[in-house]
C-alpha cells in the first residue's frame, strides 16, 4: 500500500462482489488502499482464496466470502455475516459479478440453458444483492449501490444475446432503485464500462473467434480494451463522498 495513497475512504464499509478477478479484483485493490474495510463476495473459492491472500498486507481490512449471488439465501447470510465483520453498518455495495456466454452466436443457436444461466447471474444476482443490501441502508438512512452494466444492451447491441439482454434488465434496475431508494438517503449509480481486458472479456473474444472464425475482429476487439485498473478509479470515487452529487448512470466508454 502506497503510504502516499488518498485515505478518502478510510472510513467506509464496502462489499464488493466479482471480488476476485478481473475489474472486480482492481476495484477490491484500489479502495483497499485508500483505507476502505472491504467484504470480497465472488463465487470461485480459489481465486476468492488468492485475492484474500494478495491482500493479506491489509489483515483486519479484508475477508472473502463464497458467494453464489443468484442463491437468496447464501446472498442474504452473506451479507449479514459481513455486515457484523464491519461492526453493524454497510456504507457501499460495488456489485460486479456477472457472466457471459454465446459471444456471435446466431440467434437460432442460442441455447435456453446458455441464456437462463447469464439472466440468473446477472439480473438475478443484480436484483438479489441490491434487495439485502438495502435492508441495512434503509435502515441506516444512508449507503450508496454501484451497479455495473455495460454499452452492450443499454447504449448498442451486443455480441451475445443473453449478456446484452441481462445488461438491459440491469440498467432498469439501477434506475428503478435510484428512484425509490433516494427516499432513504441512499444514491445509487451505475456504472456503463465499454469493453474491458479482463479474463470475461478475453475469454468471450476467443469463444467469439471460435464461433466466427474472424481473426480480424478479434484482434481489433482485444486491440481496443480498456484497462480494469482505470474502472477501479472510477469505482472508488463513486465510493466516496465526493461523488455525493453524481446521479445516474456514468458512462466510461
Not at 441481462?166 to 444514491?187: F, N, P, Q, V
Not at 479482463?198 to 480494451?225: F, H, I, Q
Request: proline share 2%; net charge negative; hydrophobic share 40%.
Amino acid at each position: 500500500m502506497n503510504p502516499q495513497e488518498s485515505k478518502r475512504l478510510e472510513s467506509k464499509n464496502i462489499i464488493i462482489t466479482g471480488s476476485a478477478s478481473g475489474i472486480g479484483l482492481a476495484t477490491a485493490t484500489k479502495v483497499i488502499s485508500e483505507g476502505a474495510k472491504t467484504a470480497l463476495f465472488d463465487a470461485n473459492i480459489s481465486d476468492l482464496d488468492r485475492a484474500v491472500l494478495s491482500m493479506n498486507s491489509a489483515a483486519n481490512k479484508v475477508k472473502g466470502w463464497a458467494v453464489d449471488v443468484a442463491e437468496e439465501n447464501k446472498v442474504k447470510d452473506a451479507i449479514s455475516d459481513a455486515v457484523g465483520w464491519f461492526g453493524g453498518r454497510i456504507d457501499v455495495l460495488i456489485h460486479l459479478a456477472g457472466i457471459l456466454r454465446g459471444s456471435y452466436l446466431p440467434i437460432e443457436e442460442v441455447t435456453a440453458e446458455d441464456w437462463d444461466a447469464v439472466l440468473r447471474v446477472n439480473l438475478r444476482g443484480s436484483f438479489l444483492i441490491s434487495k439485502h443490501v438495502s435492508s441495512y441502508m434503509i435502515d441506516q438512512s444512508h449507503g450508496v449501490i454501484i451497479l455495473t452494466s455495460s454499452g452492450a444492451g443499454v447504449t448498442e447491441g451486443s455480441s451475445s444475446y443473453s449478456y446484452g439482454s441481462s445488461k438491459g434488465g440491469t440498467h432498469g434496475l439501477a434506475l428503478t432503485l435510484a428512484r425509490h431508494l433516494s427516499t432513504y438517503g441512499i444514491r445509487v449509480n451505475e456504472v456503463v464500462p465499454d469493453q474491458v481486458d479482463t479474463p470475461m472479456m478475453v475469454s468471450a473474444a476467443k469463444e467469439a473467434l471460435s464461433n466466427t472464425g474472424d481473426k480480424t475482429d478479434y484482434e481489433v476487439t482485444m486491440g481496443r480494451l480498456s484497462s480494469a485498473k482505470s474502472i477501479a478509479e472510477v469505482m472508488a470515487f463513486l465510493a466516496s463522498d465526493e461523488a455525493e452529487a453524481v446521479k445516474g448512470a456514468i458512462s466510461t466508454t
